[in-house]
Structures are given as C-alpha cells and as structure tokens.
C-alpha cells in the first residue's frame, strides 16, 4: 500500500494526469499482480451490504468520470495561478 501511495505522491507532484491507466497501474501495485483488468462482474463492500453493478457501459463511465475530474483540476489550477495578480 505505501508503494502505491509513494507512486501516487511522485505522480501528482509531477503534475500527471488522473487516467485509467494511473488507477489501473495503482490497483496492480496495491494488490501485487502483473495485470489489473477492469471488473468483469458486479462489486460488493461492507459484507455484501453494498454492490456496485456492471452495465456495458460501466468502464467508460469511469473514463469519463476520471476525465472530467482532471479536467476540472486543471480549471482549479489555472484559476489558482491567477489569484493575486
């Protein structure tokens, strides 16, 4: 987990884009596999209290809710660099 946090740490402060790729790398490191391939199947937490289903189109969602993100920290940036002028 530190690793994944360490990773996580270099790559904000590097300034990188959040993509699917970034999140997909941080899954792998945190749970010590090669490969970290979107879920195949619906997601349960809290003991089965809470699922997370799977629609066709549930990956894409999260591209584009992870797009969206980086582009509204990119506007949050931009905005920061004009305070004070």
Same mark, same amino acid.
């Given at each position: 987990? +530190?690793? *994944?946090? #360490?990773d996580?740490? +270099?790559e904000? *402060? ?7 790729n +970034? ?5 792998? =490191? =945190?749970? !010590? $596999?090669? +490969?970290? *391939?979107? %879920? ?7 003991? !089965? %209290?809470?699922?997370? !289903? ?9 591209? &584009?809710?992870?797009?969206? @993100? #980086? &582009?509204?920290?990119q %506007?949050?940036?931009?905005? @920061?660099?004009? $305070? !004070?002028?």
């Amino acid at each position: 987990m +530190l690793t *994944a946090y #360490d990773d996580v740490r +270099l790559e904000a *402060a590097a300034g990188a884009n959040l993509t699917s790729n +970034l999140l997909a790398r941080w899954n792998r =490191i =945190i749970r !010590g $596999v090669p +490969l970290a *391939a979107f %879920r195949r199947a619906p997601a349960h937490a809290k003991n !089965g %209290r809470d699922r997370y !289903g799977l629609h066709a189109d549930t990956e894409h969602q999260l591209a &584009s809710v992870v797009s969206v @993100s #980086d &582009s509204s920290r990119q %506007r949050h940036d931009a905005a @920061s660099m004009c $305070v !004070g002028r």
